[in-house]
């Protein structure tokens, strides 16, 4: 595909910085307080691992070609279903329900209704949709769908949420692919609409965009593409062999995890013939992240050990590494409490040179920089490419959300299987947002109280005074985008006062032409610059290792003596002849340790 052989060589040089780095880190010299020592150190290797996991994918992103369907071939029996809950809103079910009716493709479509609801079913009979219902509600979504399979008779179902309006070509993009006896199941994009409803909203949607991109794109050579709750369509035998689809507040991901097992093939058709709702407020996407968050770490817990022996060695380490993208929580809170902690204790965690650290540290981030930003080439929509900061500062904000989902793990607590609210009030989310409020007040209260209350000014201390304040920061941002009563008003002042929104206008449109030329450039001259990269920084590396050699080598003895007392010269004394006590300190007297101390 094009772009793979680029990104291949792009992450050869990643990988070789990687390795660059952590030869040097893993020095016991650099180890200062132990118990921050060990905190920041595993939330760096959290990160690279993250970051090892992204490029293992960027290497194989393949679009699938589906099989030639013979003209004479028969058209495939299809069950569409969808679902509905009571508290869901009608309209939105009712739009769903009629772009699944005019799907051309031949097909059957079932609403799967949980609440049994009058004005729901006279729409079923309306529009010629079977309507179906059950008495005995177990299981949640998967015991909903499976009641609704065992009147089903078509050879594929296809799993559509209530809020995804599909196009008329859906199952036109999806069938050739079973064409495969193979295939168990067949995956699209998940895309969304309404990402301008708030910026929860938005960072929401902007955390899938990668996901189902060139991630989901490169499980396809590794046969571990992930079932989504929506948009899927499976092959009816596919879920008869595993006794249908799989109970749990991950469902999706234990149904896929169940057909992996039982060696079905799985593939992922990056096209858009659906679009969806995003949460749009920060209690909506709190819970659908909690639910995520306790289900995911379920299934590592007790299913992946039962499932293990089964799986190939790549859907093993998928099965095993998806779940820990809900383990940044507990990383993020390390980031946030070990500057506080330092500050607080006047103890550091690491005692190396910082210019040093930078010369390591900055290669590796230039290098990850780059490489996702050349990964934005197989994003599935225009608007998808960017920093996506509405992304990031939602997933840190998120923290205490995941960390929750991982303690009620070890402590066995239930969480309802509840649906994620499609629509949200326009209100202000101040309570929600206490843990991170106070967080940012304690980051801030450090920073603080060590500057000026205890008037030490070293460069370590500015450092994690510098990074509570860019904590601080940023989970004030996060704050400050649940509160969308508040926003609209912004928003309402700046476009009625012409100025500021003749400021916005010009600033949008700076930064849309530049942004082209930037991107441009960064992928076409990519390698280039890597390469680049890479040479200069062994070239430093080497140079600055050659000196400290140097000059460690070149101090003499009597300087030695001079200022530590060790060494044979002693004034008014004979010399014995003896050989001089080797000096512990000789390493930390050379100049260049004086310009990278530590």
Known sequence: MKGTKQMRILVLIGVVLLAQFFWWFADSEHMGYAPLYWLLTFSLCYKMLRMVHEWYHYVHVVEPIAPEVPPSAPLRTVDMLTTACPGEPH?????????????????????????????????????????????????AKAGNINNALRQATGEMCVVLDPDHEVTPDFLDQVMPYFEDPTVGYVQVVQAYGNQKDSLVALGAAEQTYHFYGPLMMGMNVYNTVQAIGANCTFRRTAIESIGGHAAGLTEDMHTAMRMHAAGWKSIYAPVVVSRGLVPSTLGAFYMQQLKWARGTFDLLAHVYPKLFKNFSWRQRLHYFTLPLYFFSGIVALIDITVPIASLLLLQFPWHLSLPEFALHM????????????????????????????????????????????????????????IPTPKEGKVKNEWLLCMPNLLLAFIS???????????????????????????????????????????????????????????????????????????????????????????????????????????????ISDDYIWAHTGFGSFRVGQPDTGQPAPKCPCRRLLTPARLLFPG
């Open 362 to 417: 900055l290669p590796v981030t230039m290098i990850g920089l780059l490489i996702r930003y050349n990964a934005q080439q197989w994003l599935r929509e225009p608007h998808e490419p960017g920093l996506h900061l509405a992304g990031g500062f939602l997933r840190i904000a998120t923290w205490w959300v995941y960390s929750l989902g991982l303690v009620y793990t070890f402590l066995n607590i239930k969480v309802p299987y």
């Open 91 to 139: 309209d939105m079910i009712i739009r769903t329900l009629e772009s699944l009716v005019a799907v051309r493709y031949p097909h059957t479509t079932y609403l799967c209704d949980e609440g049994d609801d009058p004005e729901l079913r006279a729409v079923c009979e309306r529009l010629g949709v079977v309507h179906v219902t059950r008495i005995e509600k177990k299981n």
């Open 444 to 554: 801030i209260g450090a920073a603080v109280y060590s500057m000026q209350v205890q008037g030490i000014r070293g460069p370590y201390t500015k450092l994690m005074a510098t990074l509570a304040l860019i904590n601080a920061f940023i989970l004030i941002m996060s704050v400050l985008m649940a509160q969308h009563a508040l926003l609209n008003s912004i928003r309402s002042f700046m476009w009625s006062t012409r100025p500021l929104h003749a400021v916005k206008r010009w600033v949008d449109n700076t930064l849309a032409a530049g942004s082209g030329v930037i991107t441009k450039r960064l992928r076409t001259g990519s390698v280039a610059f890597a390469t680049g990269l890479a040479i200069l920084h062994t070239l430093i590396s080497g140079g600055v290792v050659l000196v400290q050699w140097q000059e460690q080598q070149s």
